[in-house]
């Protein structure tokens, strides 16, 4: 049966610990605690911990509960992260962690901050807005975390591509069905990287990722496959816990592309 829990991770040197929600795992309250799981710790990077404590996540009932917000009795219509919220205060907190991501995105301040966890939060932000039935003003308010939440979800994709053969590693994280494949890289990004493989897939498989030539890695997921494998081996992969895997100057290839006639994919 597939469940939610929460999890709480920590750094080994104790500078680091967070709560994380895992969604939609074939795993026993007992696994969970068992396994080793990649978090990033702000102080000393990328981690492999088993968790300090987990519990499953169970969707309460929101009718009758409070706004978690202090101070304020209002009765709930939403919720975030598993925090219960009043609509003023649902809306004051997508856009106030919106706007925090926003300036960290322009500002390239990604180190610390889980791509997972930010995508998370704005899918979670979308599907809650569009559920919320509100009054006009309201639905209004809404309407405009929804475009502010897609919108930023958009820029975290967008990233200028160059074509480069890369020789790497693939690795499934698929229990069930385990596999490695030592290929190479048709384009590249920022976020992601389009790859030769012979391998079937699905869309949001995990995958583990190494350069050949370095003692490197970084998990990713498939972000798209062709229907037609036979004739198009490719995969579409999207990092989950790297901002810069390539190491490669992006703001040189913007301009590089930029005088070719092509416009930078990176908001200004």
């Known amino acids: 049966m597939v469940k ?3 999890v709480q991770l920590s750094c080994p040197h104790m500078d680091h610990a967070e709560w994380v929600v895992m969604e939609n795992l074939y795993l026993s309250l007992e696994g969970i605690l068992n396994t080793q799981w990649e978090f990033d710790c702000p102080v000393h990077g990328t981690q ?15 009718e009758g509960t409070k706004c978690s917000f202090e101070g304020c009795a209002n009765r709930t219509v939403g919720a975030l992260e598993g925090h219960p919220f009043c609509g003023d205060h649902f809306i ?38 569009d559920r919320i039935g509100l009054d006009k003003v309201e639905r209004a308010r809404l309407l405009n975390v929804i475009l502010s939440a897609a919108d930023l979800g958009r820029h975290l994709r967008r ?26 890289t048709v384009v590249v990004s920022r976020c992601g990287a389009l790859v030769r493989s012979e391998h079937s897939a699905e869309v949001d498989q995990k ?9 490197q ?26 901002d810069n895997f390539w190491g490669l100057d ?19």
């Open 4 to 6: 939610s829990y929460r």
């Open 48 to 62: 492999h911990e088993k968790p300090l404590q987990a519990e499953e996540k169970k969707e309460a009932p929101l």
């Open 92 to 129: 004051l907190t997508c856009h106030t962690q919106l706007d925090t991501y926003y300036a960290r995105f322009k500002e390239r301040r990604w180190r610390g901050v889980s791509l997972e966890a930010v995508s998370r939060f704005i899918q979670e932000c979308m599907r809650e807005a």
């Open 159 to 184: 990233s200028p591509r160059k074509a480069l053969v890369i020789p790497v590693r693939l690795l499934s994280e698929k229990p069930e069905e385990l596999w490695q494949e030592d290929t190479e």
């Open 207 to 215: 995958l583990r990722v190494f350069k050949k030539d370095e003692r």
């Open 217 to 242: 890695q970084a998990r990713a997921r498939v972000a798209w496959c062709p229907r037609e494998r036979e004739t198009n081996p490719v995969l579409a992969l999207e990092f989950v816990d790297s």
């Open 250 to 268: 992006w703001s040189a290839i913007e301009r590089e592309l930029a005088s070719q006639g092509d416009q930078p994919r990176s908001p200004n």
